[in-house]
């Protein structure tokens, strides 16, 4: 009942003072990064109070401030069970687009030591096929030319520009977006940024600057507004802006802070579980390929196949055993797995995850933004195969579901609501080809997603593979690939 319900309110009335800012206030970072920084001050302390900016809507702070921006984890398990944590980390919420000025004055601000970035992949304005930034992306191109940023990398480097003309040192960004290499690229688009800039500024990041890679790991679904009622009712207490997640989290982090900060240059996150390393591209390439890749392959078969979510296509037998089959076939063999873990055991473990029914995870949700996951997710995969001389059926499907699926029409004829930043033109290259073998040849030449020369390996299989999925569907292509 309404009227019982309670306002949501800070259980600790002493606030830690503010160490980081984070960019890209979505559900996972909040489900995630907060909760982990939240554990390190409980056990360690420190002012590592987190700052969000929301690069693109306010809704998130119009939903946190009238609750003084404390909100609920709600985690829940396969058993049906939900735990609830309250989350008092996040001190503030600011909203870029309304004040971009407000949000460099934070940044540049010297008790800020950390930014974080949850941006998603889009967010880079890198070429997903390169990973070099993408100068003729509109956000770069106004923020090459204007001090008040809108993107990502804008904001990174003005702010850093400020940091340097006031004499204090960078902060460390650290990024927590499921890319290969994440800090090397977000590196990489921040330097070739600020050189453009100023060469001196560009010199002066790149000395005493400091980019750790990270591997992310928690499953995240998007909050629904009957979410938010079902939980106020289960409580008694309101909370506008709740996250839901699984129980399984992992965060694996170089050990790479700027020095100039000393022993006050991170949190304690090794008290809160997170795995402090000194190189992380064997932890990101398992999870970027085994997690991310299998997602986005089931996303795409199993929304074709008439599936809501990542659990109701691996409830499908077909499905269970094509992820297993890409797996122990495909996957497993591409990379070097990092030491001391079993790839079998990790595979087996991320099965039971997906299977969790509680976590509604929609194949919509996860099929967002292909043109910006495929290279990192599965085209990386496909081509280390190509190169020790093996096949990837499966993978290969993978990619033909996904060009079934920007084509905007699902197997029943139904209209898909496709979301990526190229959707209108993978769609008109799709559209204004003739034949099975002219779209996929037409959607191969796009150059930020495919090169020339794995576009040219891949024709004749894609072009298999699109043919029967239109013939017979996801869910029977999956079948005959097993
Ligand atoms: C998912 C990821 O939405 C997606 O594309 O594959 O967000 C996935 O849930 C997380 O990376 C899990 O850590």
Known sequence: ??????????????????????????????????????????????????????????????????????????????????????????????????????????????????????????????????GTLNVSHPDIVHDLNNPLPRSAPGFLVRALQRRRAAGHPPFTVLTCDNLPENGRLVRGVVLDFARRVDSGLAGWIEAEGRFPSTMVDRITPATKPEDIQRLAQKTGVRDAAPVLCEPFRQWVVEDDFVPAYGAGAR?????????????????????????????????????????????????????????????????????????????????????????????????????????????????????????AGRQSPGLVLAVAAWMRYVGGTDERGQPIEVKDPLAERLRNLSESAPTPDEKVAALLSVREIFSSGLAAQLAVPVGRSYELLCRVGARRAAEEIL
């Open 267 to 387: 949190p304690d996150l090794a008290a809160a579980g997170v795995e402090l390393v000194a190189d992380v591209t064997p932890y990101e390439h398992m999870k970027l390929r085994m997690l991310n890749g299998t997602h986005s392959s089931l996303a795409y078969l199993g929304y074709l196949a008439g599936h809501e979510t990542i659990a109701d296509t691996v409830a499908d037998p077909v499905f269970a055993a094509f992820v297993k089959m890409l797996w122990e076939q495909e996957i497993i063999p591409s990379f070097q797995a990092p030491d001391g873990v079993d790839l079998s055991d990790y595979a087996e473990a991320l099965f039971e995850r997906y299977s969790n029914p509680a976590i509604r995870h929609r194949t919509w949700q996860i099929a967002m933004d292909g043109s910006q996951k495929l290279p990192q997710r599965i085209l990386g995969t496909i081509a280390d195969n190509l190169s």
């Open 1 to 130: 009942m309404a009227a019982e319900q309670q306002e949501l309110r800070r259980s600790i009335s002493e606030r830690p003072g503010t160490g980081i800012v984070h960019l890209g206030l979505g559900a996972f970072f909040r489900a995630f990064g907060a909760v982990y920084i939240e554990d390190a001050v409980r056990v360690s302390g420190g002012d590592w109070g987190i700052v969000g900016v929301s690069l693109q809507s306010p809704g998130t702070r119009d939903r946190l401030a009238p609750q003084d921006y404390v909100y609920s984890t709600v985690t829940q398990g396969a058993d049906g069970s939900e735990t609830f944590r309250r989350v008092e980390i996040l001190q503030d919420v600011l909203v870029a687009p309304e004040d971009p000025e407000a949000v460099l004055a934070r940044m540049a601000d010297p008790s800020i030591r950390i930014v974080t970035l949850t941006v998603t992949e889009k967010g880079y304005c890198h070429d997903p096929a390169t």
